[in-house]
C-alpha cells in the first residue's frame, strides 16, 4: 500500500482500523466488539444507508440510551466467553503441537549429545567472526 518507506505513518490508521476490526479466531470476536460490545459501523454502512442503520435511526434517545445500557452490561459476559474461547483455542493448539511431538524415552546408557560451552562468553555476538 505505500510507495517509500516514508509513507507508512499515512496507512497506520487504516491498518488498525483493519486489525480491530476484523474477527480473530482465537478470541471469537473482534477487539472492537470486546471493548465496546457492539459490531463497528463502517463508513460505507453510513454513506450507503445499510438496514441496521435506518433501524437505529427511527428509534427514540430514550429507548436507544436504554438499549445501549443493556449492551454494556452484557458485555461482561461477552468478554467472558470470549476469555473461554481464548482457553479452547489454546487448548486445542496445545493438542495440536503435541500431536506432533514423539517422545524419547532416554535409559542410563543411551547416547546424548551434550555442549560444552566456554566459559566465556564473546560479547560482540553477532558481530563476532566465524
Not at 430514550?62 to 466467553?81: F, G, M, T, V
Amino acid at each position: 500500500m505505500i510507495k517509500t518507506s516514508r509513507d507508512w505513518s499515512e496507512k497506520l490508521p487504516f491498518a488498525l482500523w483493519a486489525y480491530r476490526t476484523f474477527f480473530h479466531t482465537s478470541t471469537g470476536a473482534t477487539p472492537y466488539h470486546l471493548v465496546y460490545g457492539m459490531d463497528v459501523v463502517l463508513p460505507v454502512e453510513i454513506e450507503m444507508g445499510s438496514l441496521r442503520v435506518a433501524l437505529e435511526q427511527h428509534i427514540l434517545e430514550i429507548d436507544w440510551a436504554q438499549a445501549r445500557l443493556d449492551q454494556l452490561n452484557l458485555l461482561d459476559e461477552k468478554r467472558l466467553r470470549a476469555t473461554d474461547h481464548v482457553r479452547a483455542y489454546q487448548k486445542k493448539m496445545v493438542h495440536a503441537f503435541k500431536k506432533r511431538v514423539k517422545p524419547r524415552p532416554l535409559r542410563i546408557g543411551d547416547l546424548v549429545l551434550k555442549v560444552i560451552r566456554g566459559l566465556i562468553r564473546d560479547l560482540r555476538g553477532k558481530f563476532k567472526p566465524n
